[in-house]
Nanobody
Framework: QVHVEESGGGLVQPGGSLRLSCVAS????????MGWFRQGPGEEREGVSC?????????YYADSVKGRYTISRDSAKNTVYLQMNALRVEDTDVYYC?????????????????????WGQGTQVTVSS
């Protein structure tokens, strides 16, 4: 059974850092594109970052997070991470991990949420002083 579960969210001051983790079960993470999305109340789900399958050569970052966020994965732990630095108040959202069996992660795009098939429950990130 395919399952992804996020952790690592919390409350942090502006300028601080958090690392989100997404543990995958029921599949080998390296074989699939993996992504991070975020969503605020009343807003559409927004693609934040993705990493392509196998060699992970393709990595996408939304303009709003470029230079501050880094996506990575640990094959031995079947886990993908999102390191978030220099956090801003506007980064406050629920962050979701997702998996897709479509080869959709590119350096310039990660497709719409409709192209992603398995989702975690989300983890809340709150940036506030």
């Amino acid at each position: 059974q395919v399952h992804v579960e996020e952790s690592g969210g919390g409350l942090v001051q502006p300028g601080g850092s958090l690392r989100l983790s997404c543990v995958a079960s029921g599949f080998t993470l390296d074989s699939y594109d993996m992504g991070w999305f975020r969503q605020g109340p009343g807003e559409e789900r927004e693609g934040v970052s993705c990493i392509s399958n196998n060699d992970g050569v393709s990595r996408y970052y939304a303009d709003s997070v470029k230079g501050r966020y880094t996506i990575s994965r640990d094959s031995a732990k079947n886990t993908v991470y999102l390191q978030m630095n220099a956090l801003r108040v506007e980064d406050t959202d629920v962050y979701y991990c997702a998996q897709t069996w479509v080869r959709i992660c590119r350096n310039y795009s990660m497709g719409s949420p409709m192209s992603w098939h398995y989702w975690g429950q989300g983890t809340q990130v709150t940036v506030s002083s």
